[in-house]
């Protein structure tokens, strides 16, 4: 089972941008759809948005639509959450998760029990 690693988290201005990668260890990166989720405290967590395991489809929750965009680089094993626009409502913890795909199946599934594995998370703060 492949291995999941977050990185490019921190602190940005209302307005600012941040890219988040996903990293992936193991020969099978090519065959998970990545979804990426997001959690604050007390709440459940929250599916941001998704790709299909080629990268070719791409799938996102309505309130990051046209501010978030998610690719994925098999020949690097990585997929990115690109974020652009942030507003304060965006601070969360963000989540990589892999969903195995074989038969090219995956359609932006937003429950996160569908997801496994799950990288550790990376701090997203927007504030001013």
């Known amino acids: 089972q492949v291995r999941l690693e977050e990185s490019g988290g921190g602190l940005v201005q209302p307005g600012g941008s941040l890219k988040l990668s996903c990293v992936g260890s193991g020969r099978t990166f090519s065959s998970y759809a990545m979804g990426w989720f997001r959690q604050v405290p007390g709440k459940e967590r929250e599916f941001v948005g998704g790709v299909s395991r080629s990268g070719g489809r791409t799938f996102y929750t309505d309130s990051v639509k046209g501010r978030f965009t998610i690719s994925k680089d098999n020949g690097k094993n990585t997929a990115y959450l690109q974020m652009n626009n942030l507003q304060p409502e965006d601070t969360a913890v963000y989540y990589c998760?892999?969903?195995?795909?074989?038969?090219?199946?995956?359609?932006?599934?937003?429950?996160?029990?569908?997801?496994?594995?799950w990288g550790q998370g990376t701090q997203v703060t927007v504030s001013s």
């Open positions: 998760a892999g969903r195995l795909d074989l038969n090219n199946e995956y359609r932006g599934f937003r429950a996160a029990a569908l997801y496994n594995p």
